[in-house]
């Protein structure tokens, strides 16, 4: 079946460290993979997404490769801001549209 | 344009209550989902819909019911809620291959 597995939290960075969370997929065929942010008391948001085999998803600084070969979805930011603090999943979606999520990460961002 | 709602933000009940948490989205998606979230759990599917008329289980589906009579509605019925359904949920929808809209959510506390 589909499965995400997400680096564990809670992660903490000083303001202008840089940030990766790693995620690892498991699935057949060719998923699309998801970034999600959850800020406190929030719903969770669209971060980016890539639907094929070297994409590049991006949005407010934050990137992410689809690496088939490695079947992983890192998220990577340059310099994190304290703005940044909120808990992040990992998903996909295979074939039809129920979306798979990690169990999340937290990161903290202190000035 | 609301988006996702889901009414109520909160509610408590008692043990072997009922109720229904209302979701609705404005988009004209025909894919809508329910998921809860759990500490350490991340997102786990309920229920999911396909279209007007059209349910299917997920991945956590015992203890509750959805209809979808119309495009723009999915409640989730609790026929009998237990403190193991103490939980956040979140209501999403999405026109198909694109990055799901989600609800900001219902905290519901079983006692």
Same mark, same amino acid.
């Given at each position: 079946?589909?499965?995400? &597995? /997400?680096?564990? !939290? #809670?992660? &903490? ?17 060719? #998923? ?5 942010? /959850?800020? #406190?008391? *929030? !719903?969770? /948001? ?10 590049? !998803?991006?949005?407010?600084?934050? *990137?992410? &490769?689809?690496?088939? *070969?490695?079947?992983?979805?890192? +998220?990577?930011? !340059?310099?994190? /801001? ?16 129920? +979306? ?10 202190? #000035? | 344009?609301?988006?996702?709602? $889901?009414? @109520? ?6 043990? %072997? $209550?009922?109720?229904?948490? $209302?979701?609705?989205?404005?988009? =004209? ?28 289980? %997920?991945?956590?589906?015992? %203890?509750? =019911? ?8 999915? @409640? ?6 237990? @403190? ?10 999405? @026109?198909? =291959? ?14």
């Amino acid at each position: 079946g589909n499965s995400v &597995t /997400q680096m564990e !939290g #809670p992660v &903490t960075l000083s303001e202008e460290a840089f940030l990766t969370i790693n995620c690892t997929y498991t699935a057949t065929g060719y #998923p699309s993979l998801f970034w999600y942010v /959850q800020y #406190p008391g *929030e !719903g969770l /948001q669209l971060l980016l997404k890539a639907t094929k085999a070297d994409d590049k !998803g991006s949005n407010k600084g934050f *990137e992410a &490769t689809y690496r088939k *070969e490695t079947t992983s979805f890192h +998220l990577e930011k !340059g310099s994190v /801001q304290v703005s940044d603090s909120a808990v992040y999943f990992c998903a996909l979606k295979n074939s039809g549209y129920a +979306l798979n999520f990690g169990k999340g990460t937290s990161l903290l961002v202190t #000035p | 344009n609301a988006g996702v709602t $889901q009414t @109520p933000k909160f509610q408590v009940l008692k043990t %072997g $209550q009922s109720m229904t948490l $209302q979701c609705a989205q404005d988009m =004209n998606h025909e894919y809508m989902s329910w998921y809860r979230q759990d500490p350490g759990m991340g997102l786990r599917l309920i229920h999911y819909s396909v279209g007007a008329g059209i349910t299917d289980q %997920g991945e956590v589906p015992n %203890g509750y =019911n959805v209809s979808r009579s119309t495009t723009e509605d999915f @409640p989730l019925r609790l026929l009998s809620a237990a @403190p193991s359904q103490t939980s956040v949920y979140f209501c999403a929808s999405t @026109p198909g =291959n694109y990055g799901y809209t989600f609800g900001s959510g219902t905290r519901l506390t079983v006692v």
